[in-house]
C-alpha cells in the first residue's frame, strides 16, 4: 500500500510537471524575433488610400465580384469626432483594381433603416455564403452580432430581425461543408488591471443562422491571457489565422500594433510571432520612393486569391494631423502563406 502511494504521488507530479511544460511550449511564439508576414508587406500606392471628405471612415473589408473590387466600410460624419463611430452607417466603394482607386458607389445601410441596430452599424466585414453575399456587423446598442443578406452586391440588402450570434467584435469564417467558426472579442466580469479586459471566445455552428454555440470554455482562447480587439479570420495551412490588434500592449509592448495567432483545433491558440506585423511606430514605404507616418493602424482585414495566398492587409488609419478625419489604406502582401507547425 505504501509503495502504491508512492507510485501515484510519482505520477501525479509527472503529470502535473507535462501539464505545466505543455502549457509553457504553447504559449511561446512560433517564432521569436522574427515576422514573415512583416517582412511580407510591400509598399502601398497612392491609389489606395481611400478618404472622404467630411467623413471619418472605419473598418474596411473588400469582396471581388465579376471583375470589380467592392469595398465596404463603417462611416460617420467627421464633425462628430472619433466618438461618432457609435452612430456609424454602412458604405460600399469600387474598384476596377484591388489597391484601387476606389469611388463611393452608395450608402448601404443606415441605423434608421435597422430594426434593432437602431443607434449604430459597425465593423462590418462582406462574404459570400453560397449564393448570397453576407455583410456582418457590430449591432449598437446591443453589441451583438447582425445579419444583412443580398442577392446581388448592389443590394438590396435585408436585415435579420434579430441577432445572430452573441458577440462583439465578429470575424467569422463560413466552411465548406457549411458549418461555421466565429471569433469575437468579450469582457469578463473580473479584470486583471483596473481597466476592462478584452479576450477573445470562439463559436461554431452547424450551419450559417446557427444556432452559435461555444468554442472550449468561456475564458479567454489567447495563451498568456493576451488581449485583443478587431479580429480577421482566415484558414490557411491546416489552421486557423486570426489577426487583430495587441489591447493593452501585453504581447509587443505598443498598444494597439498589429499581431497574429494562429490554431490547429480552435481551441487552443498560439503566438506567430512576439513581434508586431505592422504598428503606428512604423513608416510605410510609398510605391515610388518616400514614406508615410501615421498615429495609428487598427481594424486589420486580409484579402485572399482563389489560392489562399494573403494580397493584402486592409487597416483603418489615424492620419498624423489628428484634426484629419481618419480613412482607409489596402497594403499589398507578397502572396503570404503561414508555415509555421
Known amino acids: 500500500m505504501k509503495n502504491y502511494s508512492i507510485l501515484l504521488i ?3 507530479i509527472t503529470t502535473f510537471t507535462y501539464s ?5 511550449k504553447n504559449s511561446e511564439p512560433s517564432f521569436k524575433n522574427e515576422n514573415n508576414l512583416s517582412k511580407a508587406l510591400k509598399p502601398l500606392p497612392k491609389e489606395a488610400i ?28 467627421a464633425a462628430e469626432g472619433m466618438i461618432g463611430w457609435k452612430k456609424s452607417h454602412i458604405i460600399r466603394a469600387t474598384s476596377s483594381s484591388l489597391f484601387g482607386p476606389y469611388k463611393f458607389a452608395q450608402i448601404v445601410f443606415e441605423p434608421k433603416n435597422h430594426p434593432f441596430a437602431t443607434q449604430g452599424m459597425h465593423n462590418p466585414k462582406i462574404t459570400k455564403v453560397d449564393k448570397k453575399f453576407l455583410l456582418y456587423h457590430l449591432a449598437i ?8 443578406f443580398a442577392d446581388n452586391i448592389e443590394g438590396p440588402w435585408i436585415p435579420v430581425d434579430k441577432p445572430v450570434i452573441n458577440t462583439n467584435n465578429p470575424a467569422l469564417l ?12 468579450f469582457k469578463p466580469k473580473e479584470v486583471n488591471d483596473g481597466r476592462w479586459d478584452a479576450y477573445m471566445q470562439a463559436f461554431k455552428a452547424d450551419n450559417i443562422m446557427g444556432t452559435y454555440t461555444l468554442v472550449g470554455d468561456s475564458g479567454n482562447r489567447l495563451p498568456n491571457n493576451y488581449e485583443l480587439e478587431d479580429p480577421t479570420i482566415w484558414w490557411a495551412n491546416n489552421q486557423y489565422n486570426v489577426i487583430c490588434t495587441d489591447w493593452d500592449a501585453k ?7 498589429i499581431v497574429y495567432y494562429t490554431s490547429k483545433d480552435g481551441i487552443d491558440y498560439k503566438l506567430y510571432s512576439n513581434l508586431p506585423v505592422w504598428s503606428h511606430h512604423d513608416s510605410i514605404p510609398l510605391v515610388g520612393g518616400g514614406t508615410m507616418q501615421v498615429r495609428g493602424v487598427e ?20 492620419p498624423k494631423d489628428p484634426n484629419e478625419a481618419t480613412y482607409v489604406i489596402i497594403r499589398p502582401v507578397d502572396n503570404f502563406v503561414p ?3
Open 141 to 148: 446598442p446591443q453589441w451583438k452580432t447582425g445579419f444583412l
Open 339 to 341: 508555415d509555421n507547425k
Open 299 to 318: 481594424r486589420p482585414q486580409v484579402y485572399l486569391d482563389s489560392k489562399n495566398k494573403l494580397k493584402a492587409l486592409l487597416v483603418s488609419v489615424y
Open 10 to 12: 510519482l505520477v501525479c
Open 174 to 185: 463560413y466552411k465548406t461543408d457549411g458549418k461555421v467558426y466565429v471569433v469575437g472579442k
Open 50 to 77: 481611400f478618404k472622404m471628405e467630411g467623413y471619418f471612415l472605419w473598418d474596411p473589408s473588400v469582396i471581388k465580384v465579376g471583375k470589380t473590387y467592392h469595398l465596404f466600410a463603417s462611416r460617420w460624419p
Open 251 to 257: 504581447v509587443t509592448g505598443i498598444n494597439k500594433s
Open 20 to 24: 505545466q511544460t505543455e502549457v509553457q
